[in-house]
């Protein structure tokens, strides 16, 4: 993957749903590769080439995406620890 700066609304613009595509699962535009296959690729220790390769409609750009997505909603969904009192 390029090293090119990361747009933070890049999920925004790259992933999208539509009833009619995938049934309505998060897919990259223009593709029917779902979100959550390149999420759990990712989790599996592949890497963006390899991804890359095995999706050849998708973009580098789109990889990014899914990775600035997955931060988004993990600092959206983790509860915030309560501080303990000191005294």
Known sequence: MNDAPVNLKTHEERIIRDRGICGGEPVFKGTRVT???????????????EILADFPSLKAEDVQAAIVFAAASAEEDLPVPAVPHIR
């Open 35 to 49: 979100l959550r296959t390149v999420l759990a690729s990712l989790a599996g220790g592949d890497s963006p080439d």
